[in-house]
């Protein structure tokens, strides 16, 4: 599917528990499912790696969610993050 001018990006991720996907939004359209990327999660919005399970595009009138209430992705994860991750 391609971006069409004007569409929004929304990811759909998996935290590490994988029982319920949450859709973020971004601008990076470098974004692929299967990548690992920074978010906010929680009320407090602590940064999190999770893995992107889906991209998709959506035009501001059909987005599955107001983009007002819809967090954004903060960025790719680097080599050294994904480290981090592992320990």
Do not use: Q, W
Not at 13 to 28: A, C, H, L, N, P
Not at 46 to 75: C, G, M, N, W
């Amino acid at each position: 599917m391609r971006r069409r001018n004007g569409d929004l990006i929304y990811c759909s991720v998996e935290f590490e528990s994988g029982y319920k996907s949450y859709y973020y939004i971004t601008d990076d359209d470098s974004i692929e499912a299967g990548d690992f990327v920074i978010v906010p999660a929680g009320a407090d919005n602590h940064e999190a790696i999770v893995e992107v399970v889906k991209k998709e595009y959506f035009s501001k009138d059909a987005v599955p969610l107001p983009v007002e209430k819809t967090k954004h992705i903060i960025r790719k994860c680097t080599d050294d993050d994904l480290m981090l991750m592992d320990e």
